[in-house]
């Protein structure tokens, strides 16, 4: 036993250290951002956004509904007020556009992370599973080197953009294995319900698609009766699939199966449901199941993308 | 990282969010699951009563609550501190007979003019944009509005939504409601599924405000008080 659980640390301990290629950690990277940004953006930019800030984030003696649990960070900052909110999220956004670019990603991420917790969080009422994604998603920015390749910072150090690159493994097994932790954390909590069950007919997205608080349209789905064959069948496979996740860990060729499935599954919450960030954060961490292939296609893409663009740079330093 | 691996996997592991009071339990989607899981339970030979599964669901929940408080309380506060918490609640029960936020103004004539319903086309995107109401954030606040167990998150709603028509000079009695609907399929519920008022607060031009309670509602105060 003993030495089997020291066969097994080893390793663990050698697949952990081991380097590997850069393309699947700066896809994600650019993926977060731009959900980061898509995230924030419009809370400063539009109307609708700004009223939100006043009504979600702020505190009822600054233009809120209610007292807020203003973190230290907050309070430090001058409380929760618009304009605080609103540096806090242009500076999430500022650093959302370094992190798109490749720039000081590790900085960046750090900088996003500390000022979108900060903002988002603020009030209990209204953070869920999309805030704390996009937290854990900016931890393995900040804990993995994902502006090795495809970024400004490539660039800096090795004079191309597109350089290939290794890097350590670890943090994008943190990120597999937390995707996989949420999953399975989420299907075990709906076996309690009996809507998720054949108890009460697998019904619980029929419910769910009729919310007045989340679902896109709310009045849609009891004027087409078709649709409870349809939506039982997706209850199944929903729940099927997040308790199933975890088997990604463990028989890797069952990835690209998972991974269609659940964009299916998240595109489809995307598309009918109000739920934030959720889904594309999610998506976000998919490219770190496929590293090798990644690495393999970003190289040939980042060599095709080389080429063009240095001959046209040539041509360009050519021309009269 | 193993250290890591492990504070996620304790933390996120299911567990109830908070005690299970009464209150909770009054809740029709909590008193359907009740009257499923029974019958369920009868079918499988146990014959307990929804009163006795209410009260031995209650008691592993509260010690299973209060067990994991403690046994979470380090890898918790070090997740926190991270910022990665693991509350991966999403769509865990569906709500079988959710409550809308309903906005209205009282008119001179005393009849109400409606400003929005969640889940509808503003009546008044002068007043209340869609966009706004698209939001997420504001859908996730108004649903704890009506879920929340605090009597005074309908009234802290209300009072914002007042402020805004204030601003854009509405004058009137400014009215807002929770309206239940139950959501199941008609086969359960009936082909009608009616919608009821669970609560309405008022809010006066002079800026007196109240619950505004129905008949029965009253008789049932009444009732309680005796």
């Not at chain 1, 924030?40 to 939100?52: M, N």
Request: charged share 20%; hydrophobic share 50%.
């Amino acid at each position: 036993m003993k030495r089997w659980f020291g066969r097994r640390f080893d390793g663990w301990v050698e697949r952990s250290s081991a380097l590997e290629g850069a393309t699947a950690l700066a896809c994600t990277r650019v993926l977060v951002a731009l959900t980061l940004l898509w995230l924030t953006l419009p809370l400063l930019l539009s109307e609708a956004g700004r009223q939100t800030v006043r009504y979600v984030f702020c505190d009822v003696a600054w233009g809120g509904y209610r007292e807020l649990p203003n973190s230290w960070f907050v309070q430090l900052l001058g409380g929760a007020r618009p304009e605080v909110i609103a540096g806090l999220l242009g500076t999430a956004s500022l650093a959302g556009l370094f992190l798109l670019v490749g720039l000081f990603a590790r900085p960046a991420a750090l900088v996003a992370a500390v000022c979108s917790h900060a903002a988002l969080t603020q009030n209990p009422d209204a953070t869920g599973a999309g805030d704390a994604l996009l937290a854990v998603c900016l931890l393995v920015l900040v804990v993995g080197d994902s502006s090795a390749t495809w970024s400004w910072d490539a660039r800096r150090r090795t004079g191309s953009f597109f350089a290939p690159a290794e890097v350590a493994a670890w943090p994008r097994l943190l990120a597999i294995f937390q995707l996989t932790v949420m999953y399975v954390a989420t299907g075990l909590q709906k076996l309690v319900a009996t809507a998720w069950t054949p108890l009460d007919g697998f019904s619980a997205l029929y419910q769910i698609l009729q919310s007045p608080h989340m679902a896109r349209y709310p009045d849609w789905v009891p004027t087409h009766g078709w649709l409870v064959g349809p939506l039982a069948l997706g209850t199944a496979v929903t729940l099927l699939f997040e308790l199933g996740f975890w088997s990604v860990l463990v028989w890797p060729r069952l990835r690209p199966a998972f991974a269609a499935l659940g964009v299916v599954l998240h595109l489809g919450i995307a598309l009918t449901l109000k739920v934030g960030a959720f889904s594309w954060l999610t998506l976000s961490l998919y490219p770190l199941l496929f590293p090798e292939r990644l690495a393999s296609l970003g190289e040939s893409l980042g060599e095709s993308l080389a080429q063009r663009f240095g001959k046209r740079a040539r041509s360009g330093e050519s021309a009269p | 990282m193993l250290a890591h691996a492990l504070a996620v996997v304790v933390v996120a592991f299911p567990a109830p969010v908070k005690r299970l009071d009464d209150a909770a339990w009054q809740k029709p989607t909590m008193q359907a699951e009740l009257s499923r899981w029974t019958e369920r339970l009868h079918g499988w030979g146990l014959t307990w009563t929804q009163d006795e599964l209410r009260e031995r669901v209650t008691s592993l929940a509260t010690a299973w609550y209060e067990g994991r408080r403690v046994l979470v309380a380090v890898p918790k506060a070090y997740l926190s501190a991270l910022g990665t918490t693991q509350g991966w609640y999403m769509f865990t029960g569906a709500d079988r007979v959710p409550q809308r936020f309903v906005l209205s103004v009282q008119k001179r004539d005393g009849a109400l003019e409606r400003v929005f319903a969640l889940g509808e086309p503003s009546l008044h995107p002068e007043l209340i944009s869609d966009a706004f109401l698209a939001e997420h954030r504001v859908g996730r606040v108004l649903l704890l509005t009506a879920w929340s167990s605090r009597p005074e998150a309908l009234p802290e709603a209300c009072r914002w939504f007042t402020g805004q028509l204030r601003e854009r000079s509405t004058t009137g009695a400014v009215v807002c409601q929770l309206e239940a609907r139950a959501v199941e399929h008609p086969a359960r519920v009936g082909a009608e599924r009616p919608r009821e008022l669970a609560r309405t607060w008022v809010i006066h031009p002079d800026g007196r405000e109240a619950e505004q309670l129905d008949e029965p509602r009253k008789r049932r105060r009444k009732g309680a008080k005796r």
